[in-house]
């Protein structure tokens, strides 16, 4: 079998302006990385589809999916969700683009078409909350994934791994009551979206870290408290928030990793993946606003996905 990575066009047609990190030319960024990596060859390219709203209903309510739906604007004008999330003409269908692909990625896994898949996707989701987006995010794809494997697909047992700069808040709002799901992360902190700290359970083990944190650190936090949650979950899937803004050249973030982390990251989880849930793996990507570390690092995590 091989690694997918799954895209749609819709995603490149959300945009929030010139000034906004969180841009189109992202996912042009890594497709040229993939081709000079000489990556893109060797895994399949699939395209995602639009979710159904009964996909979106599992994890939002109808409010959250009305302030993104109704108040799409006019072509060529914006409208504010909050400072930095922005809606245009494309928005609504490039979050249904998004969280669709994240499930029909999930689908093929489970099926056995594929072994894992990475999803090139946005706008992101981890910060999106059941009940309204915010910072970036419309829908949450991850979470929208997972509690499709979970609910229609009837799996038991599934891990969500965020190794995004940014704590996925809207993440573990949509999964604290589901003794279902594993949730494990790192997160600078303080930083957006200034959480507080939670409590480890057995299902919640968010690790806060300082600023200037570089790959020593995350790997020993890794060893110490995500791999004992999930070996003792034994997950039958995992779904990954994969954010790259904790890239040294990031600016939006303030930590040090560097591709080696992200690929080191990457095979932890794909052991874990192999030894309870069959090598079941579907990343879909977060935040990551250097185009040069995102593309490299993006790179970095599908060839460790692909085994090559």
Known sequence: MSTAIYTHPDCQRHEMGDWHPESPARLQAINDQLILAHISDLVEHRD???????????????????????????EGDYYPLDGDTLLNAHSYEAALAA??????????????????????????????????????????????AAK????????????????????????????????????????????????????????????????????DAVRQLVLDHWLP?????????????????????????????????YTWLTQQMMAVANQYGKGRIVSCLEGGYNLSSLGRSVAAHVKALAEL
């Open 229 to 261: 949650a999930l070996h003792r979950q034994q997950p039958q899937m995992i779904f990954i928030s994969a954010g790259f803004d904790a890239h040294r050249e990031d600016d939006v973030g303030g930590m040090g990793l560097v591709e080696a982390d």
């Open 48 to 74: 995602g589809v639009r979710a159904q709203l009964s996909d979106i209903e599992r994890n939002h309510s109808a409010t959250a999916i009305g302030l993104v739906r109704d108040n799409v604007p006019a």
């Open 99 to 144: 969280a669709g692909s994240a499930v029909i990625a999930t689908d093929a896994v489970i099926d056995g078409e594929i072994s894992n898949a990475f999803c090139a996707i946005r706008p992101p989701g981890h910060h999106a909350r059941p009940s309204e987006p915010m910072g970036f995010c419309l829908f949450n794809n991850v979470a929208i």
């Open 148 to 215: 499709h494997a979970l609910d229609v697909r009837g799996l038991d047992r599934v891990a969500i791994v965020d190794f995004d700069v940014h704590h996925g808040n809207g993440t573990a709002e949509s999964v604290a009551n589901d003794p279902r799901i594993l949730m494990v992360s790192f997160f600078q902190h303080p930083f957006y979206p200034y959480s507080d700290v939670e409590s480890y359970t057995d299902t919640r083990v968010n690790v806060p870290v300082p600023a200037r944190s570089k790959g």
